[in-house]
């Protein structure tokens, strides 16, 4: 069983930047994709970006890219998403999912999740 914890997030200004970190413990975190998602109130969950079990491959949703960086360190058992030029539709609860060698934008391809950091992001 592997147990995520997300810290990082708060309250930040239209514009500004935040880095969420995602941090593993309970089992080899190196054997593990990652993936970060999203939930604004009245919305669905969805996806934003995700690293593969090395590190070595990352996708990202097309809102996102080029404005937030999926990283990890696994001698951290952490993964990072950096996230720059914040808009205030970014505003959401953010989670992140885990499960062995997953790599993939779909929700159920993770069996392990965080209980979430809010992101305001103020206009």
């Known amino acids: 069983q592997v147990h995520l914890v997300e810290s990082g997030g708060g309250l930040v200004q239209a514009g500004g930047s935040l880095r969420l970190s995602c941090a593993a413990s309970?089992?080899?975190?190196?054997?593990?994709?990652v993936a970060w998602f999203r939930q604004a109130p009245g919305k669905e969950r969805e996806f934003q970006a995700c690293?593969?079990?090395?590190?070595?491959?990352?996708l990202y949703a097309d809102a996102v890219k080029g404005r937030f960086t999926i990283s990890r360190d696994n001698a951290k058992n952490t993964v990072y998403l950096q996230m720059n030029s914040l808009k205030p539709e970014d505003t959401a609860v953010y989670y992140c999912?885990?499960?062995?060698?997953?790599?993939?934008?779909?929700?159920?391809?993770?069996?392990?999740w965080g209980q979430g950091i809010q992101v305001t992001v103020s206009s």
């Open positions: 690293i593969n079990w090395n590190g070595g491959s990352t």
């Open positions: 309970g089992r080899t975190f190196s054997n593990y994709g």
């Open positions: 999912a885990a499960d062995q060698f997953a790599y993939s934008r779909s929700a159920k391809q993770y069996a392990h």
